[in-house]
């Protein structure tokens, strides 16, 4: 079934991650998967842009059907195989708006983690305003409070929607995920460090870690003062 999928992807890209756990939960291993170097620029490849018009990953082909957009192939996906693998969308509408409610938070999340990684990787130095890099730390801070007392209110062993894996945590969880890696304090918001702790071990999530993050454990700090 799985066979004629074809998922082109980066290693430790939030949005390559989420449609990559959703093929896991899906039971859909055995695709065609391509990892491509974002150093060797592979994501400009013709490959890339018979697929992708934008030159981007993730790059996901299902036979002749195309979704590339991640939260668009995670959608996908759920409402292609929905008596397969996790249901990902709850049944109570209580829980189902909460999970289209963190979900589409999780774009505005995403986009905050960016902006400071962008500023401190990719902005040439004597282009660098320390107040640039500072008002983009603080708008992060924020949206990391926000999700701390989202968890606080849900308590304790809770995913972002409920008791239940849904959408929200496959499109969410890389973003955090990333925030760890990037040296988030686990003391500072443990709640977000409770989180990933539970889900760092779920076999979707540890079939699809990025592969350069087992080759090198050690983190970086570049989040530690956030």
């Known amino acids: 079934m799985a ?89 109570s509408k209580e829980e189902q708006a909460l999970m289209y409610q963190r979900m589409f938070e999780g774009l505005a999340f995403y986009d905050k983690l960016t902006a400071v990684i962008f500023y401190e990787y990719f902005v040439p130095e004597g282009e660098r305003l320390d107040s640039a890099l500072k008002r983009h730390k603080d708008a992060l801070t924020m949206e990391l409070k926000l999700w701390e007392g989202y968890l606080f209110n849900m308590g304790s062993g809770s995913n972002l929607a409920g008791k239940s894996f849904t959408l929200a945590d496959v499109v969410v969880f890389p973003t955090i995920g990333t925030l760890f890696r990037f040296g988030l304090s686990e003391k500072r918001y443990p709640k977000l460090g409770e989180y990933y702790a539970l889900l760092r071990e779920r076999p979707s999530i540890k079939a699809s870690w990025p592969p350069h993050w087992l080759e090198n454990t050690k983190g970086l700090d570049t989040l530690k003062d956030v």
Not at 59 to 66: L, R, Y
């Open 3 to 91: 066979r004629n999928m074809t998922l082109l992807w980066g290693s430790g890209s939030p949005p390559c991650w989420r449609v990559m756990i959703a093929l896991e939960e899906k039971k859909l291993q055995g695709y065609n998967s391509r990892l491509l170097s974002f150093d060797k620029e592979e994501h400009k490849s013709t490959e890339v842009f018979n697929i992708n018009p934008r030159g981007q990953v993730p790059s996901f082909k299902h036979g002749d059907i195309i979704v590339n957009e991640s939260y668009a192939a995670c959608f996908y996906l759920e409402s292609q195989f929905k008596s397969q693998g996790t249901k990902l969308i709850p049944d």
